[in-house]
């Protein structure tokens, strides 16, 4: 085996979000078609000789032992039972941080992949997709990845044929982050079980584009959209900004992370620049399948 080697961890969008119910755990069940974007963070593993798990992020700030790489490999250590062989793992961090974008849960499920490669450990992927659950809701699909029917808690996850090929362009307010506790708390309850998210799987099922595309261009493809949090405003404005010059931004999990899909790379080049115009952040980047990882 190599005694270094990376591993991908890609962001994810939802193409819609639905919530149904408020769970007795405190989570809440969803309906959420999942997908995977080129953008992605990078994983370093390097075998050491001494023992024990070195983790180092590119952004200081995530450094610590609260990361969920950290805690991923914790975690596979405590499965694992015994003493493991020193790694230490570092974190080139590319996308933004509580964005709606999965980056936290795609790092861990990347860990997840990595350590079970480089500790020799065998665990299955129906044994690693249980430690992910326990990492959080998001982990097991960005362990999966693809596009995705995630239901439950996010957990319980259903494969879909691959989205055809889109451009996507990521637009983000400047200095803006949720967390996806405050979404899930302070969304309107009157819209639980809205939008209807059938006729967006029953388009992917029949790869029209086109079909695709008109879901996106709906007023509201994800119950999130009506959480009041600090940030939102930012959000609603950059939103209202790109609808003014004909684009049609949609949110991304619990924010604050729009997107807009394309089939034509000048479109999504045009709708970048006009996210950077409108003082956002923009990412052109484009939709990836399960088998590309
Ligand atoms: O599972 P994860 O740690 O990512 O969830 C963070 C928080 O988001 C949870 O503590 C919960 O408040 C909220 N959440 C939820 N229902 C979900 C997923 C997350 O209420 N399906």
């Not at 078609?33 to 798990?53: H, I, N, R, W």
Request: aromatic residues 8%; glycine residues 8%; charged residues 25%.
């Amino acid at each position: 085996m190599d005694r270094s080697f990376f591993v991908r961890a890609p962001a994810k969008i939802n193409l819609g979000l639905t919530i149904l119910r408020r769970r007795p755990d405190g989570y809440h069940d969803l309906e959420s078609v999942m997908q995977q974007v080129s953008l992605a963070d990078v994983l370093l593993f390097e075998l050491l000789p001494t023992k024990g798990c070195r983790f180092l992020c590119t952004d200081p700030d995530l450094s610590g032992k609260d990361n969920l790489v950290y805690r991923a490999a914790a975690m596979l250590e405590d499965q694992a039972g015994k003493v493991l062989p020193g790694v230490r793992i570092t974190l080139f961090k590319n996308i933004p941080v509580e964005a709606g974008l999965a980056g936290g849960s795609s790092d861990a499920a990347a860990a997840l992949l990595g350590l079970n490669h480089c500790w020799q450990l065998g665990f299955s992927k129906t044994d690693l997709m249980g430690i992910a659950a326990l990492l959080g809701s998001d982990v097991p699909y960005c362990l999966h990845g693809g596009t995705v029917l995630a239901r439950g808690r996010g957990d319980k996850l259903e494969k879909l044929p691959d989205l055809p090929f889109f451009w996507v362009v990521l637009a983000l307010p400047r200095g803006v982050s949720i967390s996806t506790a405050a979404a899930y708390n302070s969304f309107d309850r009157e819209l639980l079980g809205k939008p209807e998210i059938r006729p967006l799987v029953d388009a992917i099922k029949r790869s029209s584009k086109k079909d695709i595309i008109n879901w996106l261009a709906r007023d509201f493809t994800n119950t999130l959209e009506t959480a009041i949090l600090p940030g939102s405003d930012q959000v609603g404005e950059l939103s209202s900004k790109l609808r003014a010059l004909g684009l049609k931004p949609v949110l991304s999990g619990s924010g604050p992370a729009l997107f807009m899909m394309f089939d034509n790379y000048n479109l999504a080049r045009s709708a970048a620049r006009a996210v950077e115009e409108e003082s956002g952040r923009a990412y052109l980047c484009w939709t990836i399948t399960g088998d590309e990882e």
